[in-house]
Structure formats: structure tokens, C-alpha cells
């Protein structure tokens, strides 16, 4: 499979291209900037400087020919500002969801955040960050051009991924590291079952790829 992955520099998606490229598959990631193009290199993945905060969808559109899914994992980060939360968090995804549709690319996987909602109460950053990513989750849930998915991790930790984790359509609050988000990830892409599906990830006692197929069965 060829898989491109928006936000490409982010923690789980380095950890993404890591394990999507020991298992054979072609990995290209957008950058910002050029000098994160190396960490990419070393990752295993191929990096293309394309920023969604400011690039078309032609532009995004010209950079998935031959891809097979496409995963969204950038984000304007803890630091940023209310302003950013719309033009990465929601607008990033929808561009690359245009982008996909654009270029006949239909599998979408979107990392979204526990409690996204359009209609979240409050002025903090963080509530206008939840609103942002709902409604990302809301256009891209309205395409019936794209099979998507949408994963909803918990509580992000750096701690060592242990290969157990709970996915569920609800699975209530708590902690799960990136690594095992990333190794879900890497699942979903080449999980079309999963596909129509918003899905919560904590850490928890099925290993990574039973709880992919078991979401997906049901």
C-alpha cells in the first residue's frame, strides 16, 4: 500500500511511518518545513514539504496519485492558538479530505480527540480545539465519497506501548500511549471493514490486531 499522512513530523505519526514501513508498505508524510524532512528519511517515509494551512486542494490533490489511504494526524499543538485550531484541526482535515475526493483516493483515517464535538460548550482554548475537531469529524463523516474512519484516542502518554489497548465505540476516559495508537493506526489503514466507523482507543487487554478485527465484525 502507499499511505500519505498528513501532519507527518507529528509524535505518533513518526511512530506511524516507522511501523507502516518495517511492514513493507510506501509512506509519505506532508511537512512544514524542509528541515523535518530528515527525521522522515530515517522513519522510513518519503517527505513532502505541503502545508495544509495554506496550500490548495489541487495542490494536496497533486500529491495523492497511486495512494491508497490517507491518515490525518496533524495538529496545531498544546501552544497554539484559538485561530489555528480552525486552520489545522478542522480546516487541515477537510482540505485533505477534499484532496482525497479529488484524487479518487477513498480511505480516510482521521485522529480525532475524545469529547469532539461541533456543539462543545465554552471559550477555552481547548473547548474551541474539541469543536474544531467535531466538526472536522462531521464533514468528513458526511462524504459518501470516502471510506472513513475515525479514531478518538484517550488521554496521550510517551509511556511504551504495551500492544493491549480497548477500542470501542465508547470506551469512557483514560490513558493510552502513542505507540499503541500508532500501531492501531497502522491496523485501520488496511482495515476497510472498519470503515463508517468512530471509534474511542484507551489502553486496555485485547492485543492491537484482535481489537481491530473484532470492531470490525461487529
Known sequence: MRIVIAGGHGQIALRL????????????????????????????????????ESASVEEVAGHLPGADAVVFAAGAGPGSGSSRKDTVDRGAAVLLADAAERAGVRRYVMVSAMGAAPRHPGDEVFDIYLRAKGEADDSIRARPGLDWTILRPGMLTNDAGTGL??????????PVPRDDVAAVLAELTDSPATAGLTLELISGHSPVSVAVKAIAGN
Open 17 to 52: 511511518e516507522r511501523l507502516l514501513a518495517a511492514r513493507g508498505d510506501e509512506v509519505a508524510g506532508f511537512i512544514r518545513r524542509s528541515e523535518q524532512a530528515g527525521d522522515l528519511l530515517a522513519a522510513g517515509a518519503e517527505p513532502v514539504v505541503c502545508d495544509l
Open 165 to 174: 489497548v480497548r477500542l470501542e465505540a465508547s470506551t469512557g476516559r483514560g
